[in-house]
């Protein structure tokens, strides 16, 4: 049997009350567009009265279907046995959030989550100004808590986590078990306290330990720049996610630099999570014309649904779209849009892969299902979920913007031979001392590069790599990876506008 989306909730409320009588981590939210209902009359409370609410047509198809449903009948059965007869005095909530839970356990979908009602008001500081924490956007992959990517300037980039980190253990605590929510409330915390992740790295054989201090996140979403080559303009607009007030904030980021001269547009949603799929649809109307979609749904039943702009042409100048793998959802939409219903080209690596679409529904009481209700679909119609979009023109980074943390025990020193140590020569090789192999093995070439680092650096000369002279490296690779002339995607992204 096939039940309406906005029976599910009153369904499992009504059983809840029948077995009482007889004995809340980028997130992305749906808001309008497909179905357009009030989310007060939409879903239920733990209690009959908004079954009121519905039309008499509904009452009656809600009856048939509660009168019909013997699975139903089931849930309430249990909920009487293990509530009049387990060993020990049950709670009442447990049994009902865990019915809730273990459904949504059964889709198999990281993205369908329940959030009970103090997970919800720590998951609404994150569409809020700012929030405490280490900034980064989580989700669950193969039941891993997993980093889609850290916010621009937070406490995560700056500690060098990276997109596809899978997060073992907080502070020693396993994660396994926890599901997305709770695991999020572990790893956030107060300004200033510190929290360490052990993080299972593809490509890396044993686990990391970063330490992270929490700090405050501003949710700052917009950043302007202007580049000049061979004498044109090129305006840049990094998005880093999608929230409430990004469309509008984009709009004027756009107009002003419209307005100063730009010959060229740089759209960078590297490292952007996703978010609102309603604010990137305003930002696309900006560039796709009304003769194509800016995306398409598609609900459980296969049927679609367009959304067109009401542009009538494209602009005036060129524009290109830089992403990686830390480009997510929303982002995403972005990317697939622009190239195919706009043609432009899209430089990076290869996005995340998301590409589905989830709408937050209120239980009544503070609690909330965030539930996938729909696919995402670029203009031509293509799913990308798990896929991922591929550039059109593939740049990476150099090798050094893709090195691990310094984890050291023991101080690194010739003759050793570990991935840690391969790590260790990528950064010298980086920060141009050339350690004459970067394959692990800690050779006298090895050791000379580290004591001209050392040198350099101007601490203790040992040859050896102790806390000291890791710290050293990462700061000092840190400072090149943010250096403009590094970036070798946005110099691409840059070149192609003017090709």
Do not use: C
């Not at 330490?211 to 302007?224: K, Q, W």
């Amino acid at each position: 049997m096939n039940l309406k989306p906005r029976y599910v909730a009153l369904l499992m409320a009504l059983a809840v009350l029948l077995g009482a009588a007889g004995s809340y981590i980028g997130i992305e939210y749906f808001a309008g567009g497909v179905q357009e209902e009030s989310q007060s009359d939409q879903y239920a409370d733990k209690n009959a009265e908004n079954f009121g609410s519905l039309s008499e047509e509904e009452q009656k198809e809600f009856l048939k279907d509660m009168s019909g449903n013997a699975d139903l009948k089931k849930v309430e059965q249990a909920y009487n046995v293990i509530q009049e007869n387990y060993v020990e005095e049950v709670d009442k909530k447990n049994l009902v959030e865990g019915a809730i839970q273990g459904m949504l356990d059964t889709l198999e979908d990281p993205y369908s989550v329940y959030m009970d009602k103090e997970t919800m008001e720590q998951f609404n500081q994150s569409i809020e100004s700012t929030f405490q924490g280490i900034g980064a956007e989580v989700s669950m992959v193969n039941d891993k808590v997993t980093i889609v990517a850290p916010i621009k300037g937070s406490p995560a980039e700056k500690a060098g986590l990276k997109p596809n980190d899978q997060i073992l253990k907080v502070d020693g605590e396993s994660v396994e078990g926890l599901d997305l929510y709770e695991a999020v409330l572990e790893i956030r915390g107060e300004k200033g306290t510190e929290v360490t992740l052990e993080i299972d790295r593809p490509g890396v054989s044993d686990p990391l330990n970063i330490n992270i201090t929490r700090d405050d996140i501003p949710l700052e979403t917009v950043y302007t720049d202007t580049k000049t080559i061979d004498g044109k303009k090129a305006g840049i607009i990094e998005i880093t996610s999608f929230s409430e007030k990004t469309s509008d904030e984009f709009h004027e980021a756009l107009k002003k630099l419209e307005d100063d001269g730009m010959e060229g547009l740089v759209i960078d949603v590297r490292g952007n999570p996703g978010g609102l799929f309603t604010d990137v649809q305003e930002i696309l109307k900006e560039f796709i014309p009304d003769d194509q979609p800016i995306v398409q749904v598609e609900d459980r039943s296969g049927e679609k649904s367009r959304y067109f702009s009401e542009t009538k042409e494209k602009k005036p100048y060129p524009i290109t779209v830089l992403m990686d793998e830390g480009s997510a959802s929303a982002s995403e939409i972005l990317a697939a849009t622009m190239q195919e219903a706009g043609g432009y080209d899209l430089v990076g690596t290869k996005s995340f892969g998301k590409g589905t679409v989830q709408q937050a529904i209120p239980m009544g009481d503070g609690s909330t299902i965030k539930l996938t209700l729909y696919k995402w679909l670029t203009p031509e119609g293509n799913w990308i979920h798990e896929k991922g979009i591929q550039p059109t023109v593939k740049v990476k980074q150099p090798s050094y913007f893709y090195t691990n943390p310094v984890d050291i025990e023991d101080p690194f020193k010739y003759n050793d031979n570990h991935e840690k140590v391969k790590n260790i020569q990528q950064l010298l090789k980086g920060l141009g001392h050339d350690p004459g192999r970067t394959d692990g093995y800690y050779s006298k070439e090895t050791e000379a590069a580290v004591e001209a680092f050392q040198k350099e650096a101007d601490i203790p000369v040992t040859g050896e790599v102790d806390e000291e002279t890791g710290g050293k490296l990462e700061e000092a690779i840190i400072t090149e990876v943010r250096k403009e002339e590094n970036d070798r995607q946005m110099q691409k992204a840059v070149e192609v506008l003017f090709q």
